[in-house]
Nanobody, 119 residues
Framework: QVQLVESGGGLVQPRGSLRLSCVASGSIISVDNMRWYRQTSGKPRELVAAISSDGRIDYADSVKGRFTISRDNAKKTMYLQMNSLKSEDTAVYYC?????????????WGQGTQVTVSS
């Protein structure tokens, strides 16, 4: 069974840090673009950061200078280091990736991990 599993969310105080992980598991041949999205109640899902298989990176303006996306291709894992967290970063964070599985590329989503920034 192919899946993306996020971990690392939790409750943190403002100006604190968290590190999210996303692991792709199953009979995956290759992983292309990987992305972190976030969503709060009543709002559309927002792209936070993206990283391609060759390391090209993009960030939403709201997280530039505070968040760092990275990946370990050998482990099929993506990370999001979040520093200087603000209350407005509170959201469910989702991992998204394009996976080569069963002979074709498919778009997968993780189940989400809650990040709450509050004192």
């Amino acid at each position: 069974q192919v899946q993306l599993v996020e971990s690392g969310g939790g409750l943190v105080q403002p100006r604190g840090s968290l590190r999210l992980s996303c692991v792709a598991s199953g009979s995956i041949i290759s992983v292309d673009n990987m992305r972190w999205y976030r969503q709060t109640s009543g709002k559309p899902r927002e792209l936070v950061a993206a990283i391609s298989s060759d390391g090209r990176i993009d960030y939403a303006d709201s997280v530039k200078g505070r968040f760092t996306i990275s990946r370990d291709n050998a482990k099929k894992t993506m990370y999001l280091q979040m520093n200087s967290l603000k209350s407005e970063d509170t959201a469910v964070y989702y991992c998204n990736a394009e996976l080569l599985y069963g002979g074709r590329w498919r778009d997968y989503w993780g189940q989400g991990t809650q990040v709450t920034v509050s004192s």
